[in-house]
C-alpha cells in the first residue's frame, strides 16, 4: 500500500470513529426514550413504547421549566444582541491605546466560572431589592452571553469594506442611516446566528441559572434537581425532541441556502 493510501486509510479511519464518538450517544439517548424500561437504560430492554412521550405532556414541573427556560432566552437575546453589538461596535470604531484594555474588559465575563457571575449578580443587585427569579438570571446570562454575541459581531465588522460607510458619509447620509442601510444588513447573518448561539447558551446553563433563579426552575436546572431522585426516560424524551428540532432545523437552512442564486 502506499503512502498516499495509507494516509487515506488512517484519516478514513479517524473520520470514523469520530463520527461514531460523536453520534453514538445520541443514538443510544433516543433508544432508552422508546424503553419501557423505567429508568434511561438501552442495556435493559424492556419493549418498545411511546409511553413516556404521553408522560412529558403530563409532566407539570418539566413543561413549566421548558416556558421559563424560553421565557429566560429571550430576556437574554433581548439584552445580549444590542449590548454585544454596541461593544462590537466601539472596539471596530475606536482608535485609541485604551483600545485593548476595554477588550479584555468586555471579553473577561467568557473567562469568569458560571458560579462567580452568579454570586457577583446576586450580592450587586440583592441590596436593590431585587432576588433570585427569572430576571435575575436573565441579567446573570446576560453578562457573558453578551461577550459572544460581540465576538461574533467584531468577527464580521472586521471584513466589512469601510469604504462604503465612508462613501455614504461624503454623499451627506447620517450616522444612523449609514448604520441602517449599510452595516445592519452586512450584520444581518452575524445577528441570526448569534441569537441561536445566545439562545443555546441560555436553555444548556446550569451553574449561573441555578444560583440566580431562586424558588423558579428552569428546565436544567429541573434536571439537575431529579439526579437526586432517580431520572426517567422523560429526559431522554426532551433530547430526542431537540435532536429532531436541530436536524430539521439544520436541513431546511440548507434546503433554502441551495435554492438562494450564488451572490458574491
Known sequence: MSRSRLADALLSGYMALFLVYLFAPLAVMS??????????????????TLEWFSALVHDARILRGLLNSFMVAAGVVALSIPLGLAGALVLTR????????????????????GIIIAISTLVFWRPLGVGGGLFLATIAQSTFIASYAM?????????????????????????????RRITLPFLMPSIGAATLIAVLQS??????????????????????????????????VIGVIFVVITVATALTWSALKRRRPHTA
Open 31 to 48: 433508544l432508552a426514550a422508546f424503553n419501557a424500561y423505567p429508568y434511561p437504560s438501552v442495556t435493559q430492554w424492556r419493549g418498545f
Open 94 to 113: 475606536l482608535s485609541s491605546r485604551f483600545g485593548g484594555l476595554l477588550y479584555g474588559a468586555l471579553v473577561s465575563p467568557v473567562l469568569t466560572p
Open 151 to 179: 465576538l461574533m459581531f467584531m468577527a464580521r465588522l472586521q471584513r466589512q469594506d469601510r469604504s462604503l460607510e465612508e462613501a455614504a458619509l461624503d454623499l451627506g447620509a447620517s450616522p444612523l442611516l449609514v448604520f
Open 203 to 236: 436553555i444548556e446553563n446550569y451553574n449561573t441559572t441555578v444560583f440566580t433563579i431562586g424558588s423558579e426552575w428552569t428546565l436544567v436546572t429541573e434536571i439537575g434537581a431529579r439526579f437526586r431522585f432517580g431520572l426517567t426516560p422523560v429526559i431522554n
